[in-house]
């Protein structure tokens, strides 16, 4: 629908980008349960697709999140870690579209975020 969403993102500190461990924190009130949660990930650079990334977060059965037992209208605030292998990001304007759906069949769009991200030096 066309009434905003309250989203909060935050990526801490933004200047280690290309460092190993990111430390993220994430608010959100979502519109219905979290019963089911998928998200899909995609970041684009001068054009071509960098970085593609699905997952499911929460099914329902036995979910390793607190956050998947969120109601509608509840306020999800959580911060955690973002580690493991990561590409190095060149300097630039990154354009990342990150969706979160309802179902595994990606029918029922939960949330749609685009939003650029910039790079303003190459690493050493």
Not at 117 to 122: A, E, G, S, T
């Amino acid at each position: 629908d066309s009434t905003a969403h309250m989203f909060t993102f935050n990526l801490t500190p933004c200047s280690i980008v290309n460092k190993p461990v990111w430390k993220a924190a994430l608010t959100w009130i979502p519109r219905s349960d979290i019963n089911f949660l998928k998200v899909v990930f995609n970041v684009w650079y001068e054009g071509t697709k960098a970085l593609h990334w699905r997952e499911v977060l929460c099914s329902g059965d036995d979910d390793k999140y607190s956050e998947c037992a969120t109601l509608k209208g509840e306020t999800l605030a959580t911060e955690f870690d973002i580690k493991g292998a990561r590409i190095t990001f060149p300097k630039g304007n990154y354009n990342i579209i990150l969706q979160a759906f309802s179902d595994d069949a990606e029918n029922k769009m939960v949330l749609c975020l685009n939003f650029t991200m910039i790079v303003k030096q190459d690493t050493f």
